[in-house]
């Protein structure tokens, strides 16, 4: 059969259609762009009539809100006048319903809890605060939907946002101030939270009128005018910024909501104008996009139809076929992957281009089919590199089985392992400590150094991390069995061990140390242990007690000579069951070894023990330790219930625990002695070697510990002292130093059992502050009698010691002039007990507030 005859018509058909498909794709990137800019205004005008819903919506959750906050202040009763009828409840409902189908997932989230937030308002024991906290996120997230349609328009409404935010706050500002008028002065909070709504509304309305165009300006200055609006800034003006109780108990609500209720309208009114001008211009630009996506796809047809009519035009001219070109592509269309281009050898005219647009798609072509062969064998590998993870995971889960099958039966199969265990536990926590021990001399040694106070105060920060860090090593220790094998050469005060142990806990600014016995020590073995337990039990009352609430330490003798301490905090108390657990476990500590599993991740003590907590968790890590150091030196701790809430811890110290004898003076070896007196023993006053800002004891030396077991613990000869009733405080011993708050409970020995005390002229006055402690003597050196242990630095930022002044040599001493000073200083010294005794009786009532101390007796006085 002869071959077909080629036609020029088929070769300019490919020709044309070429040419049709290239103008094809040159138009589509013009009208997909105009498309967008369509469906973008379609959106925003959608989004302008989903803004008004929404600004109503919110407008009418904020005068729920206010009602809510007013019926709550006023004691949820109906007498006040406040509270959300049942129009307003429907009406809400009702817009939430037309709104919520539109709205965005957390907003629907928000608006959905609204029925439990009334809920909690009509019959919760929430105060007005957290009803206004309640509603509060609901209605911001509605302004925050106005607030993404004017970020996106960047057109005359920038300055909605800020118009939008004022508003919100001039309606919290009237809630919250009929909140405080409905609770007749007796929560001056809300008045306070209403003075800081009405600033928001200033710094809004500020940045309104920067931004706002003259026209919104003008419109607001016009609508928000007039005596009202006078009238209810200086309401807010007088009744926030300077409130009294009397006058917001007796000043009449109705005044106050008439005058804030009308400036808000105007406000609001002046809002939805602004949002209301919008809907039209987001109108203007749907139009707009929806005109120039007709102009560029008549454009577009356009040139298609140039196109066509210029390649048909063409095709009718050409006389002279090209058979290599319909050759060409002919086999370049049967087979485009394995086919080579078209070679035309003609001279460079219409048919030459047409060439060039089949080679051209014959490449793009290869190029398509050769990234689906790559995207075929890399979803290949990904399947057979899924089954491989799963059959790994499956060996993985099967070995984890056997895994922990295995680990169960290990106690059976080892019987010594937990005693290796503990072992192991004890080295690495002594390898802890020693890298904390010498953190802290290297700490020490950057503070002895630096002068930068921004600097000082980080280092001692760090300083105060790595202390807390060294007393978590040695609960390990404590856990484990382990005891300290070396202790303090002599008797430590106990005012420097209590010091000490505020300061290694991490809220140490809310320690007070109250009236304590004069001249109280401790024995220098025992020192460090006593520290560390009270640490514990002060980091349990700090941890379980209001932020703001200040946790009182005190101390007194009893009539067998031990000293009785008591750690009394205001928090949320524990349970009767919960306090019973606690008490067994202090009375009767487990052996040595590692406390059962406590779910506490604080490590704090009794962090599990405290009411509040669901399920019946194991006590604390911080009791453990407790306990163990308690039954280490035959010290007795309960914890007790106080009438007034909180918990008391009752440390008992026996007497084997408090050196004999009087103490000796120091700092004053260089002053020669009277002629005819005999040498006087060395007295080391309360404190007398303690730093005001240090949290440890001075010359702590290195730790070496002994394996768990190595002594038994000390037993107790005393009880408990029993509670008494707060009305009959037990009797001092001596007059001022040792009296004691009747609010501890506790029972001291009686005036008539104890011996006259001589006058104490350093014994610090019962004022529940104590004075800083004596200069060093002169002469003596900075740091004179610290061992070359690991004791943290004194943490006095840019101190700078005094030059020593000279010594001037004494001839002799007047024993008639000497003993004239002595009287003198003896009715000075009665004269300032007595006008303590006469402060203290008016100051009852403030003892407990919170605040720093007057002059030292805490750690925090070098923090500034």
């Not at 946002?161 to 919290?172: I, K, M, V």
């Not at 379980?544 to 946790?551: K, L, T």
């Not at 003798?557 to 009785?564: A, C, K, T």
């Not at 002594?711 to 405080?729: E, I, N, S, T």
């Amino acid at each position: 059969m002869p071959e077909r005859t080629a036609r020029v018509r088929n070769r300019l058909t490919v020709s044309v259609a070429v040419i049709t498909l290239a103008v094809l794709g040159a138009s589509t990137f013009g009208v997909r762009e105009a498309w967008r800019d369509l469906t973008e205004a379609r959106r925003l005008a959608a989004l302008a009539s989903a803004d008004a819903s929404a600004l109503a919506l919110a407008h009418s959750l904020a005068d729920e809100r206010d009602a809510m906050v007013q019926y709550v202040a006023g004691g949820r009763a109906d007498s006040t006048g406040a509270g959300l009828s049942d129009r307003q409840r429907v009406a809400v409902d009702r817009q939430i319903e037309e709104f919520r189908p539109g709205a965005p997932a957390p907003v629907r989230e928000l608006l959905d809890a609204l029925p439990h937030t009334r809920r909690e308002a009509y019959s919760g024991k929430g105060d007005a605060l957290a009803a206004y906290n309640a509603y509060t996120p609901a209605v911001r997230a509605l302004r925050g939907l106005a607030d993404t349609l004017d970020r996106r328009t960047r057109g005359d409404s920038a300055a909605l946002p800020s118009l939008a935010r004022a508003t919100e706050a001039a309606s919290a500002s009237r809630g919250l101030l009929l909140g405080a008028l409905a609770a007749q002065g007796r929560k001056p909070e809300l008045a306070a939270a209403a003075q800081r709504a009405d600033a928001r509304t200033q710094d809004a309305l500020a940045d309104f009128t920067r931004l706002a165009p003259p026209a919104a300006r003008d419109a607001y200055a016009e609508a928000v005018t007039g005596p009202e609006v006078t009238e209810a800034q200086s309401l807010l003006d007088k009744l926030t910024r300077t409130p009294s109780s009397g006058e917001l108990a007796t000043r009449p609500a109705e005044p106050v909501r008439t005058a804030l209720t009308t400036r808000l309208q105007r406000m609001r009114g002046v809002e939805d104008t602004l949002a209301e001008a919008e809907a039209p211009r987001l109108e203007a630009l749907r139009h707009e996009a929806m005109t120039e996506l007709e102009r560029r796809v008549m454009a577009a047809a356009l040139c298609l139809f140039t196109v066509l009519f210029t390649g048909i035009w063409s095709a009718r001219s050409v006389t002279r076929p090209l058979a290599s070109v319909r050759l060409g592509t002919r086999r370049v269309s049967a087979d485009p992957v394995t086919e080579e281009p078209v070679a035309f050898k003609g001279r460079d005219d219409e048919f030459a281009e047409t060439a060039r647009a089949v080679n051209h798609l014959q490449g793009k072509f290869r190029r398509q089919q050769g990234r689906i062969a790559a995207l075929e064998g890399e979803r290949t590998r990904l399947i057979a590199a899924r089954q491989d993870a799963a059959d790994e995971r499956d060996s993985l889960r099967a070995e984890q089985q056997r895994l922990t099958e295995r680990l169960a039966a290990l106690p059976a199969e080892h019987p010594g392992g937990e005693a290796r265990e503990v072992g192991i536990l004890v080295g690495l926590s002594l390898r802890t400590l020693g890298l904390v021990e010498r953190q802290l001399a290297v700490i020490e040694g950057m503070e002895a150094h630096e002068a930068d106070p921004e600097r000082l105060d980080t280092l001692f920060k760090l300083d105060h991390l790595a202390t807390r860090m060294r007393r978590n090593s040695e609960n390990l220790l404590v856990l484990a069995g382990a005891e300290s094998g070396t202790g303090r050469a002599g008797p430590v005060p106990l005012l420097d061990v209590l010091r000490a142990a505020s300061g290694e806990i991490e809220r140490y600014q809310r320690v007070r140390i109250q009236s304590l016995p004069p001249h109280a020590r401790l024995a220098g073995f025992a020192s460090e242990d006593v520290s560390h337990l009270v640490a514990e039990l002060l980091e349990n009352a700090t941890v379980f007690s209001p932020p703001d609430a200040q946790v009182q330490v005190s101390a007194w003798h009893l009539e067998g000579g031990e000293i009785v301490l008591c750690v009394q905090d205001e928090g949320i108390g524990m349970d009767p069951e919960r306090l019973a657990e606690a008490n067994a476990l202090l009375a009767d500590p487990a052996p040595a070894g590692p406390p059962p599993a406590v779910p506490d991740h604080t490590g704090r003590a009794g962090a599990a023990g405290r009411s509040g907590r669901t399920g019946q968790q194991p006590l604390g890590l911080g009791l453990h330790v407790v306990a163990r150091l308690a039954a280490r030196h035959g010290i007795r701790v309960q914890l007790r219930e106080q009438a007034t809430g909180g918990v008391a811890a009752v440390v008992v110290l026996p007497v084997g625990l408090l050196p004999a004898g009087p103490p000796a003076v120091t700092g004053l070896d260089g002053t020669p002695p009277v002629p005819g007196a005999a040498a006087a023993p060395r007295v080391h006053l309360p404190g007398s070697i303690a730093e005001a800002n240090s949290h440890t004891l001075r010359g702590r030396p290195q730790h070496t510990h002994r394996a768990p077991g190595a002594h038994a613990a000390r037993p107790a000869h005393a009880q408990v002292p029993p509670p008494v009733h707060p009305a009959d405080p037990p009797p001092a011993p001596v007059p001022g130093p040792a009296e004691t708050d009747a609010t501890m409970q506790l029972t001291a020995f009686t005036e008539a059992a104890a011996p006259p005390a001589p006058p104490a002229p350093a014994a610090p006055l019962s004022t529940g502050r104590h004075a800083r402690p004596p200069a060093p003597a002169d002469g003596a050196a900075p740091g004179a009698g610290l061992p070359n242990g690991t004791a943290l630095p004194k943490r006095t930022p840019k101190a700078v010691a005094q030059r020593p002044a000279p010594q001037r040599v004494r001839q002799g001493v007047d024993a008639e002039a000497l003993r004239r000073k002595l009287a003198g200083f003896q009715r000075g010294a009665a004269d300032g007990r007595r006008d303590a005794r006469a402060e203290l009786a008016g100051r009852d009532t403030q003892r407990n507030q919170a605040g720093p101390p007057a002059d030292g007796g805490t750690p925090e006085e070098a923090r500034g």
